[in-house]
């Protein structure tokens, strides 16, 4: 089986949030769509193991943020590969308080919705919440949105093992490219896509990155990578 023709189902790549603004709550999702009009209605896909499961589950209502294509990969690190137990996510990131009452992130956003749960599915490391729309706006309608396919192959992205689209890539079992993997978040330098928003190009090999270059993910020193 090659799972890599699930790829080929447009995903995209958005912050859902629920909670409170005394307990804001959030991470990365790709896998949300909209399953009817009448009403308006969405699934997204959230990880068991999250915190903001259990946001949802208490407040009954969810934001999702639809990033823009060029959203740097730390803020797509610090909401896709950290827990909200041990990391302050809202401290330095824009957002407002919308009218469910849960936090909705505008930094690199291009539109928002805000929904209600009106039931969840159990698929197994996943819950899958049916919200209905309550309130959906632009906030830069000039952007254009990231889809999962531009951040895994042209940014070099990669998701977690929480990920509702994770598997490991033959290449990274075999180590057959130039690619390096942070032991601190698990993010992969991979020298095809070098790290543009730091400023490196692709085709650049671990080795001659810059002394100063940290991973883009976590911040990590390139003492903390390992070959893969």
Same mark, same amino acid.
């Given at each position: 089986m090659n799972l890599d023709a699930l790829f080929t189902l447009n995903c995209g790549m958005y912050i859902l949030c629920s909670g409170t603004e005394k307990e804001p709550s959030g991470l990365i999702i790709n896998a949300l769509v909209q399953v009817t009009a009448f009403p308006n209605q969405v699934i997204a896909s959230v990880n068991k193991e999250s915190l903001t499961h259990k946001a949802i589950d208490r407040s *009954?209502?969810?934001t999702v943020s639809v990033l823009e294509r060029e959203t740097p990969l730390q803020l797509i690190g610090l909401y896709g590969f950290f827990s909200g137990k041990n990391k302050a996510k809202f401290s330095n990131v824009k957002y407002f308080i919308g009218k469910t009452g849960a936090p909705v992130i505008t930094e690199h956003s291009v539109a928002y919705l805000e929904a209600k749960m009106v039931s969840k599915l159990d698929? *197994? +490391?996943?819950?899958l919440?049916? *919200? !209905?729309?309550l309130e959906a706006e632009f906030l830069n309608p000039e952007l254009? /949105?990231?889809?999962?396919t531009y951040y895994r192959d042209v940014k070099g992205g990669k998701v977690p093992r929480t990920a509702a689209t994770y598997h490991a890539s033959p290449g !990274?079992?075999? *180590?057959?490219f130039d690619r390096y993997r942070c032991k601190v978040c698990g993010y992969i330098y991979d020298s095809r896509y070098g790290d543009p928003d730091s400023g490196i190009e692709p085709g +650049? /090999?671990? &080795? &001659?990155? /810059?002394f100063q270059w940290t991973c883009p993910i976590c911040g990590a020193q390139r003492d903390?990578? !390992?070959q893969v």
């Open positions: *009954g209502v969810f698929a *197994g +490391t996943h819950f919440y049916l *919200g !209905e729309v254009k /949105p990231m889809l999962y !990274e079992e075999q *180590g057959v +650049t /090999p671990f &080795d &001659d990155l /810059p903390q990578f !390992e």
